[in-house]
């Protein structure tokens, strides 16, 4: 094991010496794409809700009081039993009944409708939701094993560009070591003559509640 | 290194690969219509990139960085994973990884596995080496699951089953999942793999998979993907083990942002992929209860020893220059006898098994430069082609028989032949007198000997009656004349 572990390290020794070895470098990283302040906040959350349809999830919009009405309206839709993350904000939940995760195995998973979520942030260039096992996220097979998931991104969260999203998650991983997941619209495949089909085997409906607030 | 240990599934040379397939019109049907629509894809969305050319830089700029400090990115990543509750495990070849997976998998006691797509895992040969022990590798991408019910081979790196049409997909999963009914419609086709393949999420308790990158600095793993089959193995499975060539490393957790534009856009042409996974070790309560990683060497030190050759360390797979390759378009994967099909395969491919047991595969190219312009972290392709190139012919020329060979016997005389005007033009004088039977309206179709392997492709101008040294001479004598 560890002798493997020393043969490899040396063969890399050897193999870089004999190239040039440059001095370490640091690099720069302004490559985001467009230029940040040329869009308001408005546009931002706009153009962010646009890239998201585009991949065929459902999007809609907000206010922070009308939240628990706004999730009660689509849950209507969808069935009838859902799983929220232990720690999922009561505030914003509607009267129903939910099953909270505690302890829950993945077939009690499995078995619901749908799954309800908040996000980390969201990616307004790719359309894309990053969630990070932060307050009302849950841990990952809870908005794995679900058809539908209906997730709450809240409008402040959102940043323009990709390289925006991982200067903010740095924290996530190295103060919480959490795991993170980049959600772009629902499971899709396109290994059947190319034709984007979806909803594989994450949840085939992605439904994204975009409130207008800076966060929860 | 023996050519058993990795890669080559040798079929023949490539020229006789591509002979066969040219020859199945079907698979030149799809082949043509799928690099099409990719390519078309991948056009758009890079050209909604404004500072995509600076973004490629960054790539190339980190990862020639990364390459030049691999020992000591390396040991910092085995470090934070250890940390983080993950175990490191390192193998120089395919064989010792294949046996560190076989024994992690026999501590478990469970005799299935199921697996993300890996080209890695294909490259070491991984589900052979466990169907051996008798452990069965379920594979979950749905097109490795479609290339694994058809006995087959991969044909893309990226859409293995690219060569397979919607109808063949459907016959294949009625007899596998026993469902008669089945439609060809591409929804119906993914909503019976979906079912599937759940039960086997369900149940199966170990997972293997590769990487796309691993950072140094927090020692976090991340797999790109689009149906959720990689988010199933990663997740729910008691133990999961990860097989990852040395190369994937990135020092920095920001230069993963850099590569999560250039990725989705290059590959599947993108904005975003549908999922990607982050992990960091062994995360209480969310996930397996253990993690394994293995650093496979496999030939890469070798790669990265050669100064022309170590940029092709820096590939990311994302197929871009496969999708972009007329010959790829028109001979499919399968005639590269290599996992790695396309541009990056006729690179790779040499370089990890050695020349002297691809000799063929630098020459699957016409050096047209495509596959240079979209790959994005700028890999000189045809550069590290023709440096292999002269790889194979100097390694020829060590044996005896390497001088005898016809080509270099013509390859001498041609030498001598350019070595000076006079024998030149000798030459050609000879050659109009010799070429008379067999040209046919100024073209050579089917040359004589050695030639007929040249003209088998296409023809060749035949030398004109007055060639253009004769004619300049007397445009001088004219102009001589007219002062
Ligand atoms: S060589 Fe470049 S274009 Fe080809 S697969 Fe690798 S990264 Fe992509």
Redo the contacts with the bound molecule.
């Keep these: 094991m560890t002798t493997t572990r020393n043969r490899v390290l040396a063969d890399i020794r050897k193999a870089i010496t004999q190239g040039q070895r440059p001095d370490h470098q640091t690099h720069s990283f302004d490559v985001g794409g467009i230029v940040p302040q040329a869009l308001s906040a408005e546009a931002l959350v706009d153009m962010f809700a646009e890239r998201v349809t585009e991949y065929k999830a459902w999007v809609g919009f907000c206010r922070m009081a009308g939240l628990s009405a706004a999730i009660a309206a689509r849950l209507a839709l969808a069935g009838s039993r859902y799983v929220i993350p232990a720690d999922f904000p009561a505030a914003y939940l509607p009267q129903q009944e939910f099953v909270r995760d505690e302890q829950l195995s993945h077939d009690d998973i499995a078995a619901v409708d749908g799954v309800i979520s908040l996000s980390a942030l969201g990616i307004a260039q790719t359309g894309t939701i990053v969630l990070d096992a932060g307050v009302g996220q849950g841990r990952r097979v809870l908005t794995l094993l679900p058809d539908y998931h209906l997730c709450v991104v809240f409008a402040g969260t959102i940043v323009l560009t990709v390289p925006e999203a991982f200067t903010r998650l740095r924290a996530s991983i190295t103060e919480r070591r959490a795991p993170l997941t980049f959600v772009s619209g629902p499971s899709a495949t396109s290994d059947i003559e190319l034709n984007r089909v979806e909803g594989v085997h994450g949840p085939r409906r992605l439904e994204v509640l975009i409130v207008d607030a800076p966060g929860h | 290194m023996k050519p058993d240990s990795v890669i080559i599934e040798l079929s023949p040379e490539f020229s006789v690969g591509a002979k066969q397939a040219l020859q199945n019109t079907q698979l030149r049907r799809n082949m043509g219509k799928a690099t099409q629509t990719i390519r078309a894809k991948r056009a758009a969305v890079v050209g909604e990139m404004h500072d995509w050319e600076a973004l490629r830089d960054a790539g190339e700029r980190i990862k020639a960085d990364t390459m030049a400090h691999l020992d000591v990115y390396i040991e910092q990543l085995e470090q934070n994973i250890s940390a983080a509750g993950g175990q490191v495990h390192w193998a120089s070849t395919a064989a010792e990884a294949n046996e560190i997976v076989k024994r992690l998998i026999q501590a478990t006691e469970s005799k299935h596995i199921i697996k993300v797509k890996s080209l890695t895992t294909d490259e070491i040969r991984l589900n052979e080496a466990l169907e051996e022990a008798g452990i069965t590798a379920i594979e979950t991408d749905l097109a490795e699951l479609i290339i694994q019910l058809a006995h087959e081979k991969s044909s893309h790196?990226l859409v293995p089953a690219i060569h397979k049409n919607r109808s063949e997909i459907r016959e294949l999963f009625q007899k596998a999942m026993n469902l008669p009914d089945l439609t060809d419609e591409p929804k119906e086709l993914a909503a019976a793999a979906r079912t599937f393949l759940r039960e086997k999420f369900m149940t199966v308790k170990v997972a293997t998979s590769g990487a796309n990158f691993a950072i140094a600095e927090t020692g976090s793993v991340c797999v790109v993907e689009s149906e959720g089959n990689g988010r199933m193995c990663l997740t729910l499975p008691d133990v999961l083990i990860t097989v990852m060539g040395i190369e994937k490393i990135l020092p920095r957790w920001e230069d993963l942002g850099v590569f999560m534009q250039l990725l989705p856009r290059?590959?599947t042409g993108e904005r975003m992929n549908p999922y990607t996974s982050i992990w960091t070790g062994v995360h209480p309560g969310d996930g397996p209860k253990e993690f394994h990683i293995v650093l496979l060497d496999n030939g890469r030190t070798q790669v990265l020893g050669d100064s022309v050759g170590r940029q092709?360390l820096?590939?990311?797979?994302?197929?871009?220059?496969?999708n972009i390759c007329p010959v790829y378009e028109r001979t499919g994967g399968h005639a590269y006898g290599s996992v790695y099909p396309?541009?990056?395969g006729a690179?790779l491919t040499p370089q990890l098994v050695g020349t002297e047991h691809a000799a063929s595969l630098p020459y699957a190219s016409s050096l047209c430069g495509a596959?240079y312009d979209?790959?994005?972290?700028k890999?000189n392709?045809p550069e590290v082609l023709v440096h292999l190139r002269g790889r194979v012919v100097r390694e020829k020329h060590t044996h005896v028989a390497g001088w005898l060979d016809p080509e270099s016997i013509g390859m001498a005389g041609l030498a001598q032949v350019f070595g000076s005007r006079l024998s030149y033009e000798a030459a050609q004088s000879m050659g109009k007198l010799a070429q008379w039977p067999f040209v046919h309206e100024g073209y050579i179709e089917n040359g004589p000997g050695p030639l007929g392997a040249w003209t088998a492709m296409r023809d060749l101008q035949a030398i004109p009656d007055q060639t253009f040294r004769q004619w300049w001479r007397e445009r001088n004598v004219h102009d001589d004349n007219a002062q």
Excluded: K, L, Q
């Design positions: 790196i290059s590959s092709t820096h590939c990311i797979r994302c197929s871009a220059c496969i396309g541009p990056i690179i596959c979209v790959c994005p972290v890999i392709i």
